[in-house]
């Protein structure tokens, strides 16, 4: 089983950007597809974007088209999300997840394997 750590949260105006991290471990990193989910307090978990790394096919939630771009280092197992133009509404946690040979919806309930998640905090 894949193991995923995030990193790169922290605290920004609105407008501003963050990259965040998901360093994975412990499976063949060609085979998975990795995402990034939030959750805010009190909202559900929500997709963000995942990227199939074996061929580098992504999709995105519509909230964060042209904002977030998500890409992956084969060499070094890890899934960036670049994320621009950050909103107050992007406040959350952030968490990566993987899911073997995944090419489906954007839906937390087909990946089976999570990091701890970082925190995400965007001041307006």
């Known amino acids: 089983e894949v193991q995923l750590v995030e990193s790169g949260g922290g605290l920004v105006q609105a407008g501003g950007s963050l990259r965040l991290s998901c360093a994975a471990s412990?499976?063949?990193?060609?085979?998975?597809?990795i995402a990034w989910f939030r959750q805010a307090p009190g909202k559900e978990r929500e997709g963000v974007s995942y990227i199939s790394c074996s061929d580098g096919m992504a999709i995105y939630a519509d909230s964060v088209k042209g904002r977030f771009t998500i890409s992956s280092d084969n060499a070094e197992n890890t899934v960036y999300l670049q994320m621009n133009s950050l909103k107050p509404e992007d406040t959350a946690v952030y968490y990566c997840a993987a899911e073997l040979h995944y090419r489906g919806r954007l839906s937390p309930a087909y990946f089976g394997s999570w990091g701890q998640g970082t925190q995400v905090i965007v001041s307006s």
């Open positions: 412990g499976s063949t990193f060609d085979d998975y597809a």
